[in-house]
């Protein structure tokens, strides 16, 4: 089926646009499709429950056909307790199939995944950890590395090391114990995308986004040179699958520009905000995020004017949005101000700290203490840039 093959290449967006085409194929397929649809569809929260009418239909027909622990029964009831979102569903169906159907069963290793993902929605990570480092072992020499629910277990897995990295940085004397933990997670990507591109082709968009996963790791645990670079093969790659000015293609080059400011590259993370906010006039829907990113941009590469000028094409946004003396404006006004200050534009940011006081100053009823805190502020700014 034509939908079932586009979701499995797809990504995470792609999938929520053929969420529709999905829920009306359910209507008229026969009971083998709908399982496979439906099930598919219970990955998607705002789509879960009406998958699990369409499952739990699916499951009274197999129980009055089939014995109790038939296989399609078992994988049935693993999809419908993933989709009611039910642990003990979840581990009722997992115990049954590895009893009747064994360890290496494809049965099985749907039940033990949608039990795994059960305790990861717990917070209970340990005890994934454990049954996913069971069961992929098992999976990999029952139903083959390539399966779509040894993928599913690989990425779950990682999903969970990802997680322990993050926990175990945190703590005392924990830096070898999250070391190992990235490597566990870098290694279960690394197999999932040999799998994924087996099967669906090194271009295909499900193998795109499991890097871009890799990459977010890379980047978040400060391994900047290989993020940056799958964050560069990812922007060619949005351009030319979806153009220019998509939604994927600025997200990943908002992304690929984020990465250069934390790599210290601003001169690189400058272009790529250009073409989204300079072909445009400014709209209420341009995002406030991106206008505020590129105006850091310009700053950390050393351009204030250029600074001060996206700075102030967003203020005008929120001064017409939000009014001149709303909160939220001047306390915008005062993060700019901030932001100069701690460039060392200290006579730009002079500036900006008089517009907060005159705010504050104009403010009914005024807030004493904020304007006492804002007058210091420009005092000091005074002091510096006449330092300087």
Do not use: C, K, N
Not at 159 to 171: F, H, I, N, P, W
Not at 234 to 244: F, N
């Amino acid at each position: 089926m034509e939908l079932i093959a586009a979701w499995e290449a797809g990504t995470g967006a792609e999938r929520e646009r053929l969420a529709p085409a999905l829920e009306a194929a359910l209507e008229t397929a026969d009971p083998a499709g709908r399982y496979a649809l439906a099930e598919r569809l219970a990955e998607l929260d705002d789509h879960r429950h009406a998958a699990a009418t369409h499952l739990a239909a699916v499951l009274a027909g197999q129980r009055r056909a089939l014995p109790a622990e038939h296989p399609d029964v078992l994988e049935t009831r693993a999809a419908l307790a993933h989709a009611e979102r039910d642990p003990a569903a979840a581990e009722a169906v997992a115990t049954d199939a590895l009893r009747a159907a064994g360890p290496r069963h494809a049965a099985t290793a749907h039940a033990r995944l949608r039990l795994a993902q059960a305790h990861e929605r717990r917070g209970d990570f340990a005890a994934a950890r454990h049954l996913l480092r069971r069961a992929i072992p098992d999976a990999v020499r029952g139903i083959g590395p390539d399966h779509r629910r040894t993928a599913g277990l690989r990425l779950t897995l990682a999903e969970v090391y990802e997680r322990d990295t993050v926990r175990y940085a945190s703590l005392h004397r924990g830096a070898l114990r999250a070391y190992r933990s990235l490597l566990g997670a870098q290694r279960q990507y690394h197999r999932t995308i040999e799998s994924l591109e087996r099967v669906h082709g090194p271009g295909a968009p499900i193998v795109l986004a499991t890097l871009e996963r890799l990459a977010d790791l890379y980047e978040r645990t400060g391994t900047l040179g290989v993020a940056t670079a799958q964050y560069e093969a990812s922007l060619q790659w949005h351009e030319m699958r979806h153009g220019p000015d998509a939604p994927e293609t600025r997200a990943a080059r908002d992304t690929l520009a984020r990465v250069y400011l934390r790599g210290r590259h601003p001169e690189r993370a400058v272009p790529l905000y250009e073409p989204v906010h300079h072909e445009h006039e400014p709209a209420e829907s341009e995002p406030d995020e991106a206008l505020d990113d590129l105006a850091e941009a310009h700053l950390a590469a050393g351009d204030e004017a250029a600074a001060q000028e996206v700075y102030e094409r967003l203020f005008l946004l929120l001064a017409e949005r939000d009014g001149p003396d709303a909160p939220e404006t001047v306390r915008y006004l005062a993060e700019v101000a901030e932001a100069f200050d701690e460039a060392g534009a200290r006579a730009v940011a002079v500036g900006w700290h008089e517009r907060v006081v005159a705010a504050l100053t104009r403010a009914e009823p005024r807030d004493e203490a904020a304007l006492s805190v804002a007058r210091g502020h420009l005092a000091a700014a005074r002091d510096g840039a006449g330092r300087g």
